[in-house]
């Protein structure tokens, strides 16, 4: 008989270092990993409800609102943008859901599984909407709620806000957006914007590992939230005496426990009601990585995004290599490349991983082996990086045999840069 006792033989995982230039997660900033060798604080512990309001108070900043509920939920991102649409949505609430990509039909989903009616506006992949087409149709559907991407990681693209979350204001609609893949890239506005409910990433522009998602939401957002809480706790006294159908007409109350933004908001409030035990070393992370977003300026960074970029794309275009999608609509931290006709993508990608320790993306669905998707984003986003892969990415296609003016996408790149410096 086989033993299955195998004791202490079991391999330490020591993982080799990659550059990692696809849309998340990215490598994070050595700071932020040591930061989460930290030792372990109580959850209770002054020192940590101190982090835990430091945290609050450098979201703010990255969010750019005035808002009182600025704090992470414990999970990746999908988690925080499931917390806010069972939160934000009530069975049979009108949900309008403008899709131009795979994360749209994600968050098509969720507000389907929250009971919302969901109404649907599609763009093919590749393009955004006109916000006057959005103002439109808000006005004509007149939801509850509207949900929508900011960065859409699956087509490279990034849907301008403005003027749609005043429409939703003029309509009485609250309007959730996913900035996870732009928070900490590119302007996010919240209050500018007048968006009611904004979720974040951590593994993205903030490079700190995947595990947490930020979010925000105002007063407006925060008044449905305690209506459903204030309704969950006077059933819960009154079921066993209150047969179903004499259930008080309301306010429904939120489904999950776990993702109830009313507990949640308590829990970072000074009140402190005790929920989940708050994830200690991934806040020392997001503590950490928001402090350097913050040191760095976040104009600056926004710059430093799109001076790689530019970069970036010089060097692809000059091996002769074509962009994919609509350029007013680029999202400046994913640029997608058509993969040339005679070459196979998924080669390219597996010879760049193993030969050169440089890892892209391919796309899902109908863009699945027709683009790679290079991601830009936070401590990935840097010039070694981006000379890294343009010369061996135009190493890998001259091995594919794809004819190609050697040399030059290095120097273009490089070119890009001075200018950028000098400019
Ligand atoms: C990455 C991403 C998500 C999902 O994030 P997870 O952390 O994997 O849950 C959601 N929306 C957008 C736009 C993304 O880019």
Redesign the pocket.
Request: glycine content about 14%; overall charge neutral.
């Given at each position: 008989m086989m033993n299955r006792v195998s004791g202490g033989s079991w391999n330490e995982f020591v993982p080799i270092s990659r550059i990692i230039m696809t849309?998340?997660p990215v490598e994070a900033d050595p700071r932020v990993l040591r930061a989460m060798s930290y030792p372990i604080l109580g959850q209770f512990d002054p020192a940590f409800t101190e982090l835990m309001n430091e945290t609050m108070g450098m979201l703010r900043e990255l969010f750019r609102t005035d808002n009182r509920w600025a704090y992470p939920v414990d999970g990746?991102?999908?988690?925080g943008?499931e917390a806010v649409m069972a939160s934000l949505i009530e069975p049979g609430d009108k949900v309008l859901v403008p899709i131009f990509g795979r994360?749209g039909h994600?968050l098509h989903e969720i507000a389907e599984r929250c009971g919302g009616r969901v109404i649907t506006l599609e763009k093919p992949w590749g393009t955004v909407f006109d916000p006057a087409e959005l103002i439109e149709a808000i006005g004509r559907e007149q939801p509850d709620v509207v949900a929508m991407?900011?960065?859409?990681?699956s087509t490279g693209r990034m849907q301008p806000l403005a003027g749609i979350g005043e429409a939703c204001r003029r309509h009485g609609a609250l309007l959730i957006i996913?900035a996870?893949?732009t928070i900490g890239g590119t302007p996010v506005d919240t209050d500018a914007w007048q968006l009611d409910a904004v979720i974040g990433?951590t593994?993205?522009c903030l490079s700190v590992p995947?595990g947490m998602?930020p979010i925000t939401y105002n007063d407006r957002a925060e008044r449905k939230i305690v209506a459903r809480k204030r309704i969950e706790r006077g059933l819960r006294s009154n079921t066993a005496s209150l047969p179903l159908q004499e259930a008080p007409p309301g306010p429904s109350p939120i489904q999950s426990n776990y993702l109830d933004l009313a507990q949640l908001q308590d829990y970072w409030s000074p009140k402190r009601l005790n929920h989940h035990t708050e994830m200690t070393s991934m806040l020392y992370a997001l503590h950490e990585g928001l402090r350097l977003v913050l040191a760095e300026g976040l104009e600056a960074r926004f710059k430093r995004h799109r001076m790689h970029e530019s970069a970036l794309m010089a060097g692809l275009t000059s091996m002769g290599l074509s962009m994919y999608g609509d350029p007013l609509s680029k999202l400046p931290m994913v640029t997608c490349v058509q993969i040339p006709e005679c070459v196979d993508g998924e080669m390219v990608r597996s010879m760049l991983l193993h030969q050169f320790g440089i890892e892209i993306a391919s796309s899902f669905g109908p863009l699945a082996g027709r683009i790679w998707r290079i991601g830009t984003m936070g401590y990935s986003c840097r010039q070694t990086n981006i000379l890294h892969l343009l010369g061996s990415l135009e190493a890998v296609l001259l091995r594919a045999g794809v004819k190609l003016p050697a040399g030059e996408a290095v120097q273009a790149a490089l070119d890009a840069y001075e200018e950028a410096r000098v400019g």
């Open positions: 849309p998340g990746t991102s999908r988690s943008i994360f994600l991407v900011h960065g859409e990681t996913d996870v893949a990433g593994q993205k995947s998602a």
